[in-house]
């Protein structure tokens, strides 16, 4: 099994910055892609950024050119820069991992995000 604890989120102004971090733990071998998922209040779960363990990355339309996905395999640590925060990125931030040929998921236990206009 793989284990996620995210951590970094808080309130900030708009136009600021924040950095998630997602420290997994357990088969971490086992590990394909990893990535960050958001649910704002009423809204279903979406993707925000994916990262495979090659190091490909893929991004919603609507955080392109403003969030960064990372990871550190000496670590075990996967990251999320977030720049230039809109009201709109409001949300709980949830960290993901596909593992053992995808034929697993695990979730974090989420992170809040508030971003004030």
């Known amino acids: 099994q793989v284990q996620l604890v995210e951590s970094g989120g808080g309130l900030v102004q708009a136009g600021g910055s924040l950095r998630l971090s997602c420290a997994a733990s357990?088969?971490?071998?086992?590990?394909?892609?990893m990535g960050w998922y958001r649910q704002a209040p009423g809204k279903q779960r979406e993707l925000v950024a994916v990262?495979?363990?090659?190091?490909?990355?893929n991004y919603a339309d609507s955080v392109k050119g403003r969030f960064t996905i990372s990871r550190d395999n000496a670590k075990n640590t996967m990251y999320l820069q977030m720049n230039s925060l809109k009201p709109e990125d409001t949300a709980v931030y949830y960290c993901?991992?596909?593992?053992?040929?995808?034929?697993?998921?695990?979730w974090g236990q989420g992170t809040q995000v508030t971003v004030s206009s």
């Open positions: 990262i495979t363990s090659g190091g490909s990355t």
């Open positions: 357990g088969s971490i071998f086992s590990i394909n892609d």
């Open positions: 993901n991992a596909h593992y053992s040929d995808y034929l697993f998921r695990s």
